[in-house]
């Protein structure tokens, strides 16, 4: 339904994405990496709230900038954190809200969809668990029955149980989804693809069996490493994300342990072992 091809873009003058090209398929997709990856800032542009510098995101046979984005907003739906939920409102106004007026009557059976009693219709967020406010969050996107949701970190901020039980709900949800995460155990549970991003550019893409199994790019290796299962916190790999210039090498080869001076030429994205790495070194990797 969505295709990047060959987008660059970032905020002013400096590319926070460059040249990325993927496709939304069926079965989950999940865009990987630290924070300053740019996979926030590509999922923006997925949902049509920033503009590629050049390339272009497709959506079916159309450019998202010529789409019918009547359409799109119905098809297509972010899931944030649960703080984006307004605090003076109540949990029914906000999912009502997102209703069409003949069909307001659907809160009890959304909140029930997501697993929360329809009696909590009446609560304020604050009265709420943050389990529950995220499946609140969850209701208010589905409730225009989109056929993907755009899940931006969906349980980074919730304690570990709380998160299992949320990864379940969408996990058994009928909707396409496109999820990003630092956390290469919940792609696991919700995607069938995945793309590794690192200073904007994709380093590694393919089955997501496969990355998680057998990481074929120093990069996945760490970030897998780094979180061994479900938990909360960020990776902490080894120190700095920023981009290296373009034309300048391999742009992970500060932080690699695998470096040679061939790393000084940046590597491209080829076929290795059923997937895309950018790695000049990805068949010593998926040996190591
Ligand atoms: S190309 Fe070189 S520096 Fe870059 S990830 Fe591979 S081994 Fe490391």
Request: charged residues 25%; glycine residues 10%.
């Amino acid at each position: 339904m969505l295709r990047a091809e060959g987008v660059t873009l970032g905020y002013g003058r400096t590319p926070v994405v460059h040249d990325v090209t993927l496709d939304l398929v069926e079965g989950g997709v999940g865009l990987i990496g630290e924070s300053g990856s740019g996979k926030t800032t590509l999922a923006r542009a997925f949902l049509g709230l920033l503009t590629p510098t050049s390339g272009n995101i497709w959506y079916g046979q159309q450019t998202l900038k010529n789409a019918d984005m009547k359409a799109f907003r119905k098809d297509v739906q972010p899931v944030f954190q649960a703080e984006a939920l307004d605090p003076r409102m109540r949990v029914g106004g906000s999912i009502a809200e997102a209703l069409p007026r003949n069909a307001r009557h659907r809160v009890p059976e959304l909140l029930e969809q997501v697993g929360l009693s329809p009696d909590l219709a009446t609560r304020r967020p604050h009265q709420l668990s943050g389990g529950q406010r995220q499946r609140v969050v969850i209701a208010r996107a589905l409730a225009v029955g989109p056929r993907l949701l755009i899940l931006d970190e969906p349980t980074s901020a919730l304690d570990v149980t709380v998160q299992a039980r949320i990864l379940d709900l969408l996990a058994g949800l009928d909707t396409e989804r496109l999820l990003i995460t630092h956390n290469l155990a919940v792609v696991g549970r919700l995607c069938r693809t995945s793309h590794v991003l690192f200073a904007g550019r994709v380093v590694e893409s393919g089955p997501t069996a496969d990355i998680l199994a057998k990481p074929a790019h120093p990069y996945t290796l760490a970030l897998r490493d780094a979180v061994p299962k479900l938990g909360g916190e960020p990776p902490v790999t080894t120190g700095r994300t920023e981009a290296r210039p373009a034309g300048t090498g391999c742009p992970f080869r500060l932080r690699c342990p695998l470096a040679v001076p061939e790393c000084e030429e940046a590597p491209a994205l080829r076929d290795v072992d059923g997937r895309q790495v950018a790695c000049h070194r990805a068949e010593d990797v998926l040996v190591g």
